[in-house]
């Protein structure tokens, strides 16, 4: 039977929902389809596998270059016939960026078998270099068949993304290779993944190339000298805007550390994996940052939270970020030893840092009072929070009674009348998008899931004048399975989405 008559886009739609959904995901992939005759060739399959099921399928699949755009080879399975695969890839693209993942297995489990259909495909992908959109290479072997370049012309002429992985031991890329993401016209994010290990020359290469705007090292060991070399090297990162450290577990006993370190240029930090990272902020001098995410390692439990003492420092060394836009972070307000809490925290916290449009707190301590203080103290103290447009608050290890909730509700319908009153001469901005995270045990109650209903109703309301509210009640830990019961607007993503990526959206 010949599949509907849909329009090409709806297609489109249909299809991308069968291949991985991220490129970023690719690094977590599992090679666990071997089903498919090329062998580690998974990422990429669904299009292929499309195409079998009629002529009519294929002539729909066929026509969408961009489902054939992505590629993953892998050495741990290679099959015989992964180099037509390839070439039909490369074909049915018609041109397009690829998007190219290459996985070495490590070099102890190799077999010259495996390595025959491996090299032979890694060398026929490397002469289309010229391209690759995004690349991933993870390598763990010397002999990796890097290919011929001419430095006449760039490498990588369209490259905008490249991670880098490998063994623990040097990347193994020739000098050509890295002169090829020196000159890059187009590349700007770069990522050094977990296990791998670069020398210093080989950094300042990435470094050297001017349009490079967002870096991430996964490890700081990364570099050949570990932390010594990132303090070494930090002040000169004059062109990147966003740094993120994703692990620096093993260099917290190098912070603090004198003297500051100053960069000019960054604009966006993310500092995670680390359990002090009041001490890493403490000893950098960052006068245009914009954007700071801070996560510790206490965060493998919702219910962790980084000692109070820490907290205080922490908000202490903020206010010599008078610039900060977006914010999100992890903090305790109560004292476990005197059994007392500081509900007037982010209050504090707005009163010094005025330019905010973005927050994003998760809470521990207090049982919602901090989030109930906030948001009265919006309406109540004139000039607060003047520029806040995206508020999310995340208290998941308190309840919440239908009482405490239509006082939230309440507080933010003030807050959108007073921004919306032309009277108003110092203009408010709009809380355009507030989600709030609470925990609850759920109850079989008939009223009391009446009056949720109501609530509910209260929270669309709000959503028309343009305040999209969602408050997310999440199941306690001891539940066999977690999730999410949603009051409000409905077109809120999860709350679960990483935090760094929810502050770049534009608001």
Same mark, same amino acid.
Not at 146 to 173: R, T
């Given at each position: 039977?010949?599949?509907?008559?849909?329009?090409?886009?709806?297609?489109?739609?249909?299809?991308?929902?069968?291949?991985t959904?991220?490129?970023?995901?690719?690094?977590?992939?599992?090679?666990?389809?071997?089903?498919?005759s090329?062998?580690?060739?998974?990422?990429?399959?669904?299009?292929?596998?499309?195409?079998r099921?009629?002529?009519?399928?294929?002539?729909?699949?066929?026509?969408?270059?961009?489902?054939?755009?992505?590629i993953?080879?892998?050495?741990f399975?290679?099959?015989?016939?992964?180099v037509?695969?390839l070439?039909?890839?490369?074909?049915?693209s018609?041109?397009?960026?690829?998007d190219?993942?290459?996985?070495?297995?490590?070099?102890?489990?190799?077999s010259?078998?495996?390595?025959?259909?491996?090299?032979?495909?890694?060398?026929?992908?490397m002469?289309?270099k010229?391209?690759?959109?995004?690349?991933?290479?993870?390598?763990?072997?010397?002999?990796?068949?890097?290919?011929?370049y001419?430095?006449?012309?760039?490498?990588?002429p369209?490259?905008?993304?490249?991670c880098?992985?490998?063994?623990?031991?040097?990347?193994?890329a020739?000098r050509?290779?890295?002169?090829?993401?020196?000159?890059?016209?187009?590349?700007?994010?770069?990522?050094?993944?977990?296990?791998?290990?670069?020398?210093?020359?080989?950094?300042?290469?990435?470094?050297?190339?001017?349009?490079?705007?967002?870096?991430?090292?996964?490890?700081?060991f990364?570099?050949?000298?570990?932390?010594?070399?990132?303090?070494?090297?930090?002040?000169?990162?004059?062109?990147?805007?966003?740094?993120?450290?994703?692990?620096?577990?093993?260099?917290a006993m190098?912070?603090?550390?004198?003297?500051?370190?100053?960069?000019?240029?960054?604009?966006?930090?993310?500092?995670?994996?680390?359990?002090?990272?009041?001490?890493?902020?403490?000893?950098?001098?960052l006068?245009s940052?914009?954007?700071?995410?801070?996560?510790?390692?206490?965060?493998?439990?919702?219910?962790k939270?980084?000692?109070?003492?820490?907290?205080?420092?922490?908000?202490?060394?903020?206010?010599?970020?008078?610039?900060?836009?977006r914010?999100?972070?992890?903090?305790?307000?109560?004292?476990?030893?005197?059994?007392?809490?500081?509900?007037a925290?982010?209050?504090?916290?707005?009163?010094?840092?005025?330019?905010?449009?973005a927050?994003?707190?998760?809470?521990?301590?207090?049982?919602?009072?901090?989030?109930?203080?906030?948001?009265?103290?919006?309406?109540?103290?004139?000039?607060l929070?003047?520029?806040?447009?995206?508020?999310?608050?995340?208290?998941?290890?308190?309840?919440?009674d239908?009482?405490?909730?239509?006082?939230h509700i309440?507080?933010?319908?003030t807050? =959108?009348?007073?921004?919306?009153?032309?009277r108003?001469?110092?203009?408010?901005?709009?809380?355009?998008?507030?989600?709030?995270?609470?925990?609850?045990?759920p109850?079989?109650?008939?009223?009391?899931?009446?009056?949720?209903?109501?609530?509910?109703r209260?929270m669309?309301?709000?959503?028309?004048?343009?305040?999209?509210?969602?408050?997310?009640?999440?199941?306690?830990?001891?539940?066999?399975s977690?999730?999410?019961?949603?009051?409000?607007?409905?077109?809120?993503?999860?709350p679960? =989405?990483?935090?760094?990526?929810?502050?770049h959206?534009?608001?």
């Amino acid at each position: 039977m010949p599949p509907p008559n849909l329009p090409p886009e709806l297609w489109m739609k249909i299809f991308t929902q069968s291949v991985t959904s991220s490129f970023q995901d690719t690094l977590r992939s599992s090679f666990a389809v071997w089903e498919f005759s090329p062998g580690s060739f998974q990422w990429s399959s669904s299009p292929w596998e499309i195409s079998r099921v009629c002529r009519n399928w294929r002539n729909i699949i066929s026509a969408m270059p961009e489902l054939w755009s992505s590629i993953e080879i892998s050495s741990f399975a290679p099959g015989p016939n992964i180099v037509p695969f390839l070439d039909l890839y490369l074909k049915r693209s018609r041109g397009r960026g690829l998007d190219v993942v290459i996985m070495t297995d490590d070099s102890n489990n190799r077999s010259d078998h495996k390595d025959q259909h491996f090299l032979e495909a890694a060398s026929f992908l490397m002469q289309h270099k010229a391209r690759f959109q995004k690349l991933v290479m993870v390598i763990r072997f010397d002999d990796f068949p890097w290919g011929d370049y001419s430095l006449e012309h760039p490498v990588f002429p369209i490259l905008e993304s490249v991670c880098l992985g490998g063994d623990g031991e040097l990347f193994p890329a020739p000098r050509q290779f890295w002169e090829g993401i020196r000159t890059a016209p187009k590349l700007h994010n770069v990522t050094l993944s977990y296990s791998l290990v670069l020398s210093t020359d080989n950094f300042l290469h990435i470094l050297a190339n001017s349009q490079v705007e967002l870096l991430e090292i996964h490890n700081i060991f990364s570099l050949e000298d570990g932390f010594h070399s990132f303090r070494r090297l930090f002040p000169t990162l004059n062109k990147i805007e966003t740094l993120k450290i994703c692990d620096c577990t093993d260099a917290a006993m190098e912070a603090p550390f004198s003297p500051r370190l100053r960069n000019q240029a960054l604009r966006a930090l993310s500092i995670e994996q680390n359990d002090r990272p009041h001490e890493y902020l403490s000893s950098l001098e960052l006068p245009s940052l914009e954007t700071l995410l801070l996560s510790c390692i206490h965060l493998d439990s919702i219910f962790k939270a980084p000692p109070l003492h820490w907290v205080s420092d922490l908000f202490r060394i903020l206010q010599r970020f008078p610039s900060l836009q977006r914010l999100s972070f992890h903090f305790n307000i109560e004292d476990e030893i005197r059994r007392q809490s500081n509900p007037a925290r982010l209050v504090e916290l707005l009163q010094f840092l005025p330019n905010l449009t973005a927050l994003d707190a998760r809470i521990t301590g207090g049982g919602g009072s901090c989030s109930t203080n906030l948001l009265l103290a919006l309406v109540s103290r004139s000039g607060l929070g003047r520029r806040l447009k995206s508020l999310r608050l995340n208290e998941a290890d308190c309840h919440l009674d239908s009482d405490l909730i239509l006082r939230h509700i309440m507080a933010l319908e003030t807050r =959108v009348a007073k921004s919306k009153d032309p009277r108003d001469g110092n203009a408010i901005a709009q809380l355009s998008d507030v989600r709030l995270l609470f925990g609850f045990r759920p109850q079989r109650r008939s009223a009391e899931m009446t009056e949720f209903e109501s609530l509910d109703r209260k929270m669309q309301l709000l959503e028309l004048v343009g305040t999209k509210c969602a408050l997310f009640r999440c199941f306690e830990k001891d539940f066999e399975s977690s999730s999410f019961f949603v009051m409000g607007s409905k077109s809120l993503e999860d709350p679960a =989405v990483h935090a760094f990526d929810r502050l770049h959206v534009s608001i």
